[in-house]
């Protein structure tokens, strides 16, 4: 089974909740088996100004391969909760609906729907727990790792980002998609070789202290390893930052033209402090091209102020605090029911609402800047925009416009994206003003017939 | 490819970092393959008062199956800085170390090894990232779940607990290993399918709000589920929260002996105001043996409130923030070097230092109760408690007390370790006292001499 189909993987259609499955069974015992509609959705943003639409590839690779291989159908069968005859119809059970998505890479708003599934009910719910395990958590990974690239390019200097999470995040698929997604946003290589591997992602990785402490003494291991990676990126900071940059400096007096050490790594004490004063001695010896990259429980505001201060940095591995989204750490996303049967559909618990019915979402610019988004309903016309919301598999097939599209593009796609957002979006800190996401008249008409439509069908079954 | 069989796939020993590779053909390259000690342990608690190790069983899985496919060798022969004969070297790799571990379901403290490596340092190295990827998340889930578990069970009363948490947990690995996690930390069941089917964990589930508005009458839909299943537990909160529990005494009047509901489901609104109106409405109906359960945005704290406000809950559904851990979604854990070829040792970085050579920790007991625990060379005797490294591993194969242990035997494990704590690291508040971890004599003395020697070599190496 080749690598990156490892979810594709006979017990892929148990990565579900239980009750999607007891369900999945009610339906088919009613007979219920119109069109639903659900909506993937977050509810509200937190120290977030957007996010970054993210995981739509691994949602569709999913419903195009969902099915109950015969050892899924047995470990069913064992929890004498499932009629034979059930577990007959699951094994040739496929997911055969439409479903329309926002590109990944798309900045997106709370309520706006980022995949909407329209398909017999029992298959939009069975397909809820992976989809949104997987685009929560890949939307939280890009949102968050945009955020520190914003920060790392402050002033409009590209310096580098690198992924060195790996270790801390939550299990291999995390550290995987998030590589992944951590691309999409603008970080530029990942230090987890898998995910180079099964993505094409670019890879990166300087030393260890261990590699320095196992030899007997810390120049003895610059010579070793450059000898080896003449081009590498050396740690300094072991026994004594300012110790280690002057023997990187010996280095290069012994080795004359042949000294093509790229820069050096920081990862304690005062960043930066140290990134000065190695960048002073390392310009005094005439080691301008010599790069100074720092680590060490860095995110977006750590870089930042790092900037702020002046600290000659030009590029940052970035680990845990991306790597877990560490600030804010889940999305509060939903999947919501909005329609079966051709009727619109919706809760009224306070607070857990959801837009009824079909949708698009309508991005209006004014001078090349995004000004405001507007949800309306699905057959609208007169609403000047861009529409964001894709045809991207239509009866359980994908459409062109579904097919996976290279990691470059959907990279470019989100640089551009973004760079239209308004810039008080931009910062890290929380946008007083935040975008305005409106509903169309006809919408809102929709949503207010609905719930008075509910309103009077309670009065009736309790009357 | 058997199910718990997908990361002993052909590309494993691609879960890793990049330097771990280039380290490792650099270590080959200079004949340094003697033995290394690396520690496994986390630096410092934040919001927690103990650990709960975890992640073992599945860190000596991968020690065990660990290999370089052609496939993985393929793609390290394009990244143009591995060696044709180191390749060659790598395709016959293993590991060959030993491994001392704490059991799973240990409770753990600051600077105490969870595990152990003792083996060539480029194997030891190698599996760095994903030993920390998987002890670390891990623990962190075991360690988190405890802690919800402590809440629900105040006042010695058993309430179940279960994870509801894999639809916004960080991918699909994080939701299998944290369920198994969950189990051993005392949760009681969870509702992810392939996590049941995985570790054989009890799995559950109710209905959601998406059910009964497919429905057009939330009574219809109560009626058809409990049909099929008739021990189901009822989600009542859809459209009113009483007018629900009312329909669910309407049932029991219909069915008279037939009703046999287990329980119903709160998931929105105000918890302990909702839960006692639902208990009186119901007792008052003589239904005192329908339960009630409780969702919605769980922690450890809000469980607590809810018991000390006197909610007659009877089980609650935990998603989100134990699923991430929210409040604390990584731990500060490391993978030191403690010593080569037969030398301690260490990191003088300020502040990210260890304690150099192998180790054991002796737990010391009073009356039944854990009152310190003592780190102590390996080869100390008379300290009195009970050691907690065990060897699991030797040249490479699992020992006798490294064997895969039941999943119950965990559990029971962990409940039996965490209840012999002192009480005051029961609750849920930063315990002002903290659990004592002092060093044996001899342990102090190998630190300061390490550091004295590190001090002279690096005195020696400048001047």
């Known amino acids: 089974m080749p690598f990156t189909d490892q979810l594709r993987s006979e017990t892929s259609a148990l990565y579900t909740d239980l009750y999607q499955l007891t369900m999945l069974q009610a339906y088919w015992r009613e007979g219920m088996d119109e069109t639903a509609v659900f909506d993937l959705f977050v509810r509200r943003l937190t120290d977030r100004n957007y996010l970054l639409a993210c995981g739509l590839e691994q949602a569709l690779e999913y419903l195009e391969h969902l099915s109950f291989s015969d050892e899924a159908l ?26 329309y998505a926002v590109p990944e890479g798309t900045p997106v708003f709370p309520d ?3 995949v909407e599934v329209v398909a017999p009910i029992g298959e939009a719910q069975l397909a809820e727990t992976f989809l949104l395990n997987q685009i929560t958590f890949q939307t939280l990974a890009a949102s968050k790792a945009s955020r520190v690239v914003q920060a790392a390019h402050q002033g409009g200097t590209d310096r580098l980002v ?41 890879i990166t990785g300087t030393m260890a202290h261990s590699y320095i402490e196992a030899h007997d003494a810390e120049m003895d291991a610059f010579r070793e390893f450059s000898d080896l990676y003449p081009e590498t990126i050396l740690l300094v900071d072991t026994y004594d930052t300012l110790d280690g940059v002057r023997k990187v400096i010996a280095m290069a007096e012994e080795n004359g033209e042949d000294f093509r050490i790229r820069g050096i790594r920081l990862d304690s004490g005062n960043l930066a402090e ?20 720092a ?36 999305l509060d996303s939903v999947y919501k029911l909005c329609g079966y049967a051709g009727q619109p559909r919706m809760k009224l618990s306070a607070q857990k609402s959801n837009l009824p019915g079909r949708k698009q979402i309508i991005r209006q610019y004014e001078d090349g800047t995004a000004r405001r988004d507007v949800i309306v309903t699905e057959d609208e016309n007169g609403h000047p925009g861009a529409p964001l919301l894709d045809r991207v598999m239509t009866d359980g097939e994908r459409t062109e416009v579904g097919a996976a599209r290279p990691l470059d593009a959907v990279r470019e796609h989100a640089a551009a994206r973004v760079s239209e957002l308004p810039d008080r979006l931009h910062t890290l800190g929380h946008s007083e003003e935040s975008y305005d996401v409106v509903l169309s008249d006809e919408m809102e008409a929709r949503l207010n017939d609905t719930r008075a439509d509910l309103h009077e069908a309670m009065r009736e079954e309790l009357s």
């Open 274 to 293: 140290l990134a000065k004063q190695s960048r002073r001695l390392l310009d005094d010896a005439g080691l301008e091209d010599v790069m100074i990259f």
């Open 74 to 99: 047995d470990y069913l069968d064992e929890q004498d909760q499932f009629d034979p005859s059930f577990l007959e119809w699951l094994s040739d059970f496929a997911f055969t609906g439409n479903v």
């Open 295 to 330: 680590s060490s429980g860095l995110d977006e505001h750590k870089i930042a102020r790092l900037l702020d201060q002046g600290a000659p940095i030009d590029g940052f591995g970035v680990g845990t605090k991306m790597g877990t989204s560490a600030d804010q750490p889940a």
């Open 162 to 202: 690198a992924d060195f999470g790996m270790r801390r995040m939550h299990g291999t698929d995390a550290a995987l998609k998030a590589a992944r997604a951590f691309y999409i946003a603008g970080v530029d290589a990942t230090s987890n070789v898998a995910a180079g591997k099964a993505y094409g992602l670019p």
């Open 112 to 114: 706006e729907p980022i």
